[in-house]
């Protein structure tokens, strides 16, 4: 899953914010030196992505994907999720918990973590506190502009965000009941994992 899917998860499981937004980005025994919230957030991001990699739902979409762009489909469901998550908010959510005030939550925190973790880490966190994009995918665009990010990542040239956005235009419907379909699933997983973590 991907920012908005993780944030939306924390709060709704109580762990932290900011601990489940480090899970792409702490490696290894470096979870140790992190404080034990921090630690719970990002175990909880761990688990969440592994879910989702091997939910029988996700899975059938990925094999619906267009066999030129299949390698790329876990980060485009991740990416359109979070839209997806965004336009059915109030259908997960506690009628008081609104998208808005859990970002501005999650930007102060973020903005209070001092930890050096990475280069790549450093530049996405000013990224987002400066820009506080988060609110962004609220509109379809918001992923067209994800993909092209990730597309410059890969060491070699990789062009899949137009072709990905094609496929999304013509399965939309489908794309979104899948996903209403598999995201209670996980509100109820990620519950359980914590509940077995935190005693």
Not at 47 to 71: G, M, N
Not at 131 to 151: G, I, K, N, P
Not at 155 to 168: K, L, S, V
Request: glycine share 4%.
């Amino acid at each position: 899953m991907n920012y908005i899917a993780h944030l939306h998860l924390a709060q709704h499981t109580k762990t932290s914010l900011v601990g489940n937004f480090l899970g792409d980005f702490i490696k290894g025994s470096a979870l140790d030196d992190l404080p034990l919230d921090l630690q719970h957030g990002v175990r909880l991001h761990r688990q969440i992505d592994t879910y989702t990699d091997t939910h029988p739902v996700v899975l059938a979409l990925k094999q619906q994907f267009p066999k030129s762009i299949r390698r790329y489909s876990g980060i485009v469901l991740d990416i359109y999720f979070d839209h997806l998550l965004m336009q059915h908010w109030q259908h997960f959510s506690a009628i008081d918990v609104k998208k808005h005030t859990l970002f501005n939550q999650f930007y102060h925190d973020l903005a209070l973590l001092h930890h050096d973790i990475s280069p790549h880490f450093s530049r996405v966190k000013t990224g987002l506190l400066r820009h506080q994009w988060l609110d962004d995918y609220e509109q379809l665009d918001a992923c067209s502009r994800a993909m092209q990010t990730v597309e410059k990542r890969f060491t070699r040239p990789t062009e899949f965000a137009q072709q990905a956005m094609g496929f999304i235009h013509e399965n939309s419907a489908g794309l979104q009941q899948s996903f209403l379909h598999f995201y209670p699933d996980l509100l109820g997983h990620s519950a359980l994992f914590v509940s077995k973590l935190i005693k």
